[in-house]
């Protein structure tokens, strides 16, 4: 099933176009979405939930029309604003309980799923106190909750991790990615960090000037890269001289070897060559390709090592 | 397997709810019942409950006196007729709305709870409708039951009970009328203000200036201009339109020397005159959630 299909999807306010005619299709997985800020993302979060109307264009989600089935289709939608959204003063529970029940769910069933979900986001004692005196990651916590507690189809994300510290972080992203391959739950995660988007997603968009920039399966994007690197107990130098006798393409970056693999038979020389010198192999890696160099100009070895000669 | 296990707490893991998922209805009453205890402060701090209840003991005290003087007096008395009841607590209503309105709609707005409702299983004009609902049930509970209460009261001290209701039933209907209307005025006012902004101070005071300022500036505009023509400015007080509906429902006519006598209105004009503002401020209100930003 096609969990969004946008058609000419626009968005344009007085001055501003912020989303131009925007064709997309996703299948159902772990979505990032990137771009600058202003780039559009927000405004597309709010376009698939109806919170804003566009101004041509249709879209859908789950088969249902965006615009048209709203209360329908969010009944299986859960949203995660990127601003703060919660009342200071009713406890969490409560307050999650209550957004279950205004999403379609009995009030028995709003309860019991509150609990569990609480439990899932990690708040535990705090949850009967008032949401007044909560911190940053409390709070992060329990609008995941309520995004999560009517056990949606699809959740949109917006920066999840804004106002978090390292720690706080990584515990999210660990949870988001979580709800997505265990809780089988479709997400689109909107970030302006790539490395979140790395380590969580498995299908990207970006979205540039509101226009649709690229729309990839992840696994493409940190393909395996020829550089292998190579990290030795003993004097990496002596390494790299008997390669570059050998005709092998090396440049050394701190500890590491940086080699260029053109075939297999490359890991056997390298082998060889350390056990000729003596030396202790510590780290032979196929190197990946990280979302952040692709953003930039997707240096190649060759290229770096032209401005060093 | 059993007793293997016991003992340990493991995580059972994620589950996914099968159970029925109730649409857009139950998604509307459920803000509603929430609004409705938000209003009393049910579920909320002890100090989110003392303004709303007390105002309301107020609105209940001449309801108290007349059933407390009915039971001790050897004779049948009246000394607070029920048209006359809402003019008596009038300021207590729009007091009421003044404190009550901010929290119910400029919450959410002050919060930015609004774009989650927004985003769930309702519509935008679902979640004013829900709104207005919880704030004229709400003011239906100073209104009609103070009402209900000394009709009650009258009927106990009354030589026969039976009698009472049997002569005043017709009442019933007038109470629960006008106490619908008046508090669906009241609520249309309080919320179409209150929605404007997320401010408490800046809506509790436009609550009241509605009310009060109206009332002392259509009054004054009467005293001093050309009768004929500034008895319509009566009709643009909220307060004045209040009394001049309890006059209508319960067939009464206004006492000689108060404005609303000299102003001469058939009283049906305030009972028309209050249901046109109550749609106005619904519709007004359903325009305000049209196009807010959430």
Redesign the interface.
């Known amino acids: 099933m096609t969990l969004i299909r946008t058609t000419s999807l626009t968005k344009r306010y007085a001055k501003i176009t912020a989303l131009e005619a925007l064709d997309v299709e996703l299948e159902p997985g772990i979505i990032g979405l990137v771009g600058a800020n202003g780039a559009g993302k927000s405004t597309l979060i709010k376009l698939l939930l109806g919170l804003l109307e566009p101004t041509s264009g249709s879209g859908e989600v789950m088969g249902l029309d965006v615009f048209r089935q709203g209360p329908e289709l969010r009944q299986f939608v859960g949203y995660m604003p990127e601003h703060d959204c919660l009342p200071t003063d009713v406890s969490a529970t409560e307050f999650v309980a209550h957004m279950a029940q205004v999403s379609g769910l009995p009030r028995g069933a709003a309860r019991e799923r509150t609990a569990e979900t609480l439990r899932h986001v990690g708040l535990f004692e705090a949850r009967y106190r008032e949401m007044r005196g909560y911190s940053t990651g409390m709070k992060q916590r329990v609008k995941l909750a309520q995004a999560l507690v009517h056990d949606p189809r699809l959740m949109l994300l917006d920066e999840p991790t804004n106002g978090l510290d390292p720690e706080g972080r990584d515990e999210m992203l660990r949870l988001i990615r979580r709800i997505g391959t265990e809780f089988g739950i479709a997400i689109i995660l909107s970030s302006h960090l790539l490395s979140e988007i790395e380590r969580v997603c498995d299908h990207l968009i970006e979205i540039e000037d509101g226009r649709l920039v690229r729309s990839v399966p992840m696994t493409e994007l940190t393909a395996p890269t020829r550089v292998l690197s190579v990290e030795v107990d003993g004097d990496g130098d002596r390494l790299a001289d008997r390669l570059r006798e050998q005709g092998v393409a090396v440049r050394t970056s701190g500890r590491f070897l940086l080699v260029q693999k053109e075939d297999d038979a490359l890991l056997d020389v390298i082998r060889d060559s350390v056990v000729d010198l003596g030396l202790g192999l510590v780290r032979l890696e196929q190197g990946r390709r990280r979302l952040e160099e692709l953003f930039q100009s997707q240096p190649t070895l060759e290229e770096e090592e032209a401005p060093r000669g | 397997m059993a007793d293997r296990t016991a003992g340990t707490i493991y995580d059972v ?5 099968e ?6 209805r ?2 509307i009453w ?2 509603y019942v ?1 609004s409705l205890r938000g209003v009393f402060g049910i ?3 002890l100090s ?1 409950k003392v303004g709303p209840m007390g105002l309301a003991v107020i609105a209940f005290i001449p309801a108290v006196f007349q059933l407390g003087l009915a039971s001790i007096a050897p004779v049948e008395v009246e000394v607070i007729r029920p048209e006359g009841y809402y003019h008596m607590i009038e300021v207590v209503l729009a007091v009421f709305c003044a404190v009550v309105a901010p929290e119910l709609v400029g ?2 707005q002050r ?3 609004l ?9 935008r004009q ?1 979640y004013a409708l829900a709104k207005f609902a919880a704030l004229v049930t709400a003011m239906l509970v100073i209104t009609l039951i103070p009402q209900v209460i000394m009709f009650i009261g009258n009927a106990l001290a009354a030589n026969n009970f039976f009698d009472y209701v049997r002569d005043e039933w017709a009442d019933l209907p007038s109470i629960l009328g006008s106490a619908v209307l008046l508090s669906s005025l009241v609520a249309g006012i309080g919320l179409v203000i209150a929605s404007q902004t997320p401010r408490r101070a800046y809506s509790t005071v436009g609550i009241l200036a509605a009310f009060i300022l109206t009332s002392i500036i259509a009054g004054t505009i009467f005293e001093v201009a050309d009768k004929d023509v500034a008895r319509f400015a009566l009709l643009l007080s909220p307060f004045h339109v209040v009394e001049g509906l309890a006059l209508w429902f319960f067939d009464a006519s206004a006492d000689p020397g108060t404005q609303l006598a000299e102003a001469d209105f058939r009283g049906v004009a305030y009972a028309i005159d209050a249901a046109l503002a109550a749609l106005l401020m619904l519709a007004l209100l359903l325009r305000r959630y049209r196009r807010i ?2």
């Open positions: 893991g994620y589950q996914r709810y159970g029925v998922r109730l649409g857009r139950h998604a459920a803000l929430h579920g909320r701090s989110s919450r959410d919060t930015q709870t774009s989650l409702y927004f985003s769930r299983a309702l519509r679902d930003s959430p």
